[in-house]
T-cell receptor
Framework: GAGVSQSPRYKVTKRGQDVALRCDPI?????LYWYRQALGQGPEFLTY????????KSGLPNDRFSAERPEGSISTLTIQRTEQRDSAMYRC?????????????FGDGTRLSIL | QKEVEQNSGPLSVPEGAIASLNCTYS??????FFWYRQYSGKSPELIMF????GDKEDGRFTAQLNKASQYVSLLIRDSQPSDSATYLC?????????????FGSGTQLTVLP
């Protein structure tokens, strides 16, 4: 596709349920990033993939959060046993490479609400 | 001290004026700097990036970088109401082998018609 595509756009679920958020990066982009953005704040890094390899997961808040990108394209961010504090906008970005000079392009995000 | 700091604003300028947005960063090793624009309810959109000291101009936008002072700014000339948005400064920081973007909290700009 032309841009980074994320689904679903909105997800409302009850506390304790598992959720899976999907990201389809820009075609040909080898690097994929997950961020979380709270209202009034800039995006906060969660994890990064180069092709299918998860290179950095230092931003994942705890072990309820995991991510995968098995074929080096589409990625899934999974949150197990959701808690209300997990409510946020989750954004995916992709870039042509992992170098720091490669601009990252963001998707429209998934708004997650935990009841 | 946060790694990337911005004045949260809000910053209001009249239409046609120059809007000046500022950002400071703590990592002296940072080599590249990005400005994103985020309209309310939308995703961040890359508008400028700069690698070298000095100025970089793109249309009505000018990014200025001073590595010695660890300061990067964005000037918007002839501001338009459509420029009203939150402007995010982002700096790649190393974490292991990866480069992640560290964002400031953003400056909310309002251009008054």
């Amino acid at each position: 596709g032309a841009g980074v595509s994320q689904s679903p756009r909105y997800k409302v679920t009850k506390r304790g349920q598992d959720v899976a958020l999907r990201c389809d990066p820009i075609s040909g982009h080898v690097s994929l990033y997950w961020y979380r953005q709270a209202l009034g704040q800039g995006p906060e890094f969660l994890t990064y993939f180069n092709y299918e390899a998860q290179q950095d997961k230092s931003g994942l808040p705890n072990d309820r959060f995991s991510a995968e990108r098995p074929e080096g394209s589409i990625s899934t961010l999974t949150i197990q046993r959701t808690e209300q504090r997990d409510s946020a906008m989750y954004r995916c970005a992709s870039s042509g490479g992992g170098g720091g000079n490669q601009p990252q392009h963001f998707g429209d995000g998934t708004r997650l609400s935990i009841l | 001290q946060k790694e990337v700091e911005q004045n949260s604003g809000p910053l209001s300028v009249p239409e046609g004026a120059i809007a000046s947005l500022n950002c400071t960063y703590s990592d002296r090793g940072s080599q590249s700097f990005f400005w994103y624009r985020q309209y309310s309810g939308k995703s961040p959109e890359l508008i400028m990036f700069i690698y070298s000291n000095g100025d970089k101009e793109d249309g009505r936008f000018t990014a200025q970088l001073n590595k010695a002072s660890q300061y990067v700014s964005l000037l918007i000339r002839d501001s338009q109401p459509s420029d009203s948005a939150t402007y995010l400064c982002a700096v790649p920081t190393f974490s292991g082998s990866a480069r992640q973007l560290t964002f400031g909290s953003g400056t909310q700009l309002t251009v008054l018609p």
